[in-house]
């Protein structure tokens, strides 16, 4: 009896010690830290600007521990967070806006940060504002609040609240701390991420100082330029040509502009006084031969529309056009950046008041004149066969 009790507390002890490998070992970490992921949203028109090739830099600030500010020097380094774009990232991630939103999310910041307490950590976040012409950086600004807890033998980020402090025109907000989530692989517009820096990109360019002979110059093509030339052999070099155009703002500007700036160029390369015109108001300019429209600055993306109104007695027609690096014939066009830049050549021949150009008239004659010799021709051959 004593033999069979002893070989059951054998058998428990044995049964104890291999279900004990099966116990949960309470040292081994529940979760892995929770990520934290910047959302980067890049704003540009619908057509005519290149994305620019720039890394954008975000920096956290320690602000306190457990509530207090006095240990802000002691939190945990967090280093530098950066999102690159270059040229190729051409993609609208969020076709229900105008324009175009360029949409990315930056690796997990805290993928290197080591903490060696628990306790809540927080910090101040903002992006670095960098040197790209006619780039709007956010100047949001974020409190982001990392809650430590010791699991297993590390200590985890196991929660991140995140509060906006000031929007992205830097104004303040007073908003609660929210959960953090970062955005869902299957959302291009990473939607669920409200921890989001938002750049605009309204680049504008032309021709400040237009210089050259008659001919419409490279850096007359940065914005926009129309030149008129009359084609007779003797051109009227003091008749005027009225031209009347429209503007139209790019489709998903974030530009508060208004109004653009032209020279009108005589001849010679001397531009005038500087002009301006509001976006999308129609407006009439007057070209004599050899004159030219150069735009000096203008938001790229916008549409150009133009037509010649008042021509005299001439007849004019697009000789060609250029808009966005892409030639044509057309009398509208979006400006934009590529190279070929965006330009007219317009031409007028002078017509007769029944509309016979004046360059033809020569060759008109030369007709009449043979068909009167063919007539006569044909007449004296008549009689001579009556006579006959």
Do not use: W
Not at 30 to 38: D, G, Q, R, T, V
Not at 117 to 144: F, P
Not at 180 to 204: H, L, M, R, S, W
Not at 278 to 293: E, N, P, S, T
């Amino acid at each position: 009896m004593k033999s069979f009790k002893n070989k059951i507390v054998a058998s428990v002890l044995a049964f104890t010690l291999v279900g004990g490998a099966f116990v949960i070992n309470p040292n081994v970490a529940e979760a892995a830290s929770k990520p934290l992921n910047i959302k980067k949203v890049l704003n540009l028109p619908a057509e005519g600007v290149t994305t620019p090739a720039e890394i954008f830099t975000f920096t956290f600030t320690g602000h306190s521990i457990d509530g207090d500010t006095t240990k802000a020097a002691n939190l945990p380094k967090v280093s530098d967070v950066t999102i690159a774009y270059t040229a190729d990232d051409k993609d609208d991630k969020d076709t229900k806006k105008d324009g175009k939103q360029l949409i990315k999310e930056s690796a997990d910041a805290l993928a290197n940060v080591k903490f060696t307490a628990a306790g809540q950590y927080t910090y101040t976040v903002v992006e670095t504002k960098g040197n790209t012409k006619d780039m709007t950086y956010s100047q949001a600004e974020y409190l982001v609040s990392l809650f430590v807890k010791k699991v297993g033998e590390k200590y985890e980020v196991t929660d991140i609240q995140i509060k906006q402090t000031k929007n992205d025109k830097g104004e303040d907000v007073t908003q609660k701390k929210t959960g953090y989530q970062p955005g869902d692989e299957d959302d291009t517009t990473k939607d669920k991420n409200k921890f989001a820096f938002v750049n605009n990109y309204d680049k504008k360019d032309g021709n400040d100082n237009p210089t050259g002979g008659p001919e419409i110059q490279g850096a007359d093509k940065k914005g926009f330029a129309l030149r008129k030339t009359i084609t007779d052999s003797t051109p009227d070099t003091n008749a005027e040509f009225t031209f009347n155009l429209t503007v139209a703002k790019p489709v998903g500007s974030n530009s508060d502009a208004t109004e653009f700036k032209y020279f009108v160029v005589d001849g010679n390369g001397t531009a005038g006084t500087e002009q301006s015109e509001k976006y999308g108001q129609a407006f009439d300019v007057v070209l004599k031969h050899y004159q030219r429209i150069v735009f000096k600055e203008v938001l790229l993306g916008s549409k150009i529309t133009f037509d010649e109104t008042v021509a005299g007695a001439y007849t004019g027609s697009v000789k060609s056009s250029t808009f966005n690096g892409t030639a044509g014939t057309g009398k509208e066009g979006i400006i934009g950046d590529q190279a070929g830049g965006n330009f007219v050549e317009y031409e007028n021949k002078t017509q007769t008041a029944t509309g016979l150009l004046v360059d033809n008239l020569p060759f008109i004659a030369l007709v009449a004149v043979a068909g009167a010799g063919i007539a006569f021709f044909v007449k004296n051959r008549k009689e001579e066969e009556a006579l006959a």
